[in-house]
């Protein structure tokens, strides 16, 4: 079935480091995949999405790209700041006639010391 | 403002009894899902609907029933027969689209322990 790999955590790091959080799935078709962001006590937000390959998904200095040939879709960022410490989701959604549901990464919780 | 309202955000439950989260959305979306997080597994789907008075089990719908009675609303019942029922759950909707390339919009979220 379809899946979604993602590096475990907590990642942490320090104000100004550069960010990277490994994503790769495994899909019988071609899948639209997506970031979400989720704060503590909160649902999940949007954070960016691709649905096709080579596009590249940004929002708030994130940016990740969709990679068909390795089947990869890493999240990545610049320069991290404290706010910024979250749990990251990656997921895909496969649909061919609508709309069936993500299937999601088990998260990566992220923490960004000052 | 667009959203999705979820209710209560905090439920106990006690053993043997039925209890009902609500999901309201008023972003005029076709779908609407019902995810379950647990700690360190990600979120996994309980139920979906695409339209109105139709909806489709997800990968954990055992102990769980729903209805879409109206578009904007799509209760979800946790039954007795749902063993380890404490968990946080999740409401999202979404325009319906072929190929799913539209984005899901969560709720904040109700948490749901056992007392």
């Known amino acids: 079935g379809d899946s979604v790999t993602q590096m475990e955590g907590p990642v942490t790091l320090s104000e100004e480091a550069f960010l990277t959080i490994n994503c790769t799935y495994t899909a019988t078709g071609y899948p639209s995949l997506f970031w979400y962001v989720q704060y503590p006590g909160e649902g999940l937000q949007l954070l960016l999405k691709a649905t096709k390959a080579d596009d590249k998904g940004s929002n708030k200095g994130f940016e990740a790209t969709y990679r068909k040939e390795t089947t990869s879709f890493h999240l990545e960022k610049g320069s991290v700041q404290v706010s910024d410490s979250a749990v990251y989701f990656c997921a895909l959604s496969l649909s061919g006639g609508g709309a069936d549901g993500l299937t999601f990464g088990k998260g990566t919780h992220l923490i960004i010391q000052p | ?3 999705i309202t979820q209710s209560p955000k ?3 439950r006690k053993e043997g009894q039925n209890v009902t ?3 309201e959305q008023n972003l005029n979306h076709d779908a609407m899902y019902w995810y379950r997080q647990d700690p360190g597994q990600g979120l996994r789907l309980i139920y979906y609907s695409q339209i109105v008075n139709d909806f489709q089990k ?3 719908a055992e102990g769980y029933s729903v209805s879409r009675e109206k578009k904007e609303s799509f209760p979800l019942t946790v039954t007795s ?3 380890n029922p404490t968990a946080f759950y999740l409401c999202a909707s979404s325009k319906y689209s072929s190929g799913g390339r539209q984005p ?4 904040d979220g109700t948490r749901l322990s056992i007392l």
């Open chain 2, 1 to 3: 403002d667009g959203g």
């Open chain 2, 58 to 60: 997800g990968d954990i």
């Open chain 2, 21 to 23: 989260l609500s999901c």
């Open chain 2, 10 to 12: 905090y439920l106990f």
């Open chain 2, 104 to 107: 899901q919009h969560f709720g």
């Open chain 2, 81 to 83: 027969a749902q063993k």
